[in-house]
């Protein structure tokens, strides 16, 4: 899905999934200066997906070992993974802006227990 823009809270706590070694992890209060912020912002759009109130955003930049693509599935809803991460936020649409921000507890639990490989 495609919106004009995305705003990001100031250092939101999210989950995060390793492709590699598919460990879902909780970062605490993400500054600006993380990775994950760092490949957002190295490039000039990327692809994003809703999951009730849960913004997810995979890796936007390539991985070069073919093995390492994967695909997840979260309910119906499948990703493509060809990166190194997908980082998962809470978020609310304010006046046809995405904010993203802090994923809550249970939304952190939903997705633990619903996150598949394939």
Known sequence: MNSPVIGF??????????????????????????????QIDNVNGFDYYYYKDILIIPDPIPVSTSNQHKSIIINDLEIECT????????????????????????????????IECC
């Open 9 to 38: 809270a100031h250092k939101p706590s999210v989950a995060n999934l390793s492709i590699e070694t598919m460990e879902f992890t909780w970062i605490p209060k993400m500054d600006k200066s993380h990775i994950i912020f760092e």
């Open 83 to 114: 990166g190194s991460f997908v980082v998962f936020f809470h978020f609310n649409l304010i006046k046809g802006v995405i904010y993203a921000d802090s994923l809550t507890f249970p939304e952190y639990i939903l997705l633990k227990n619903n």
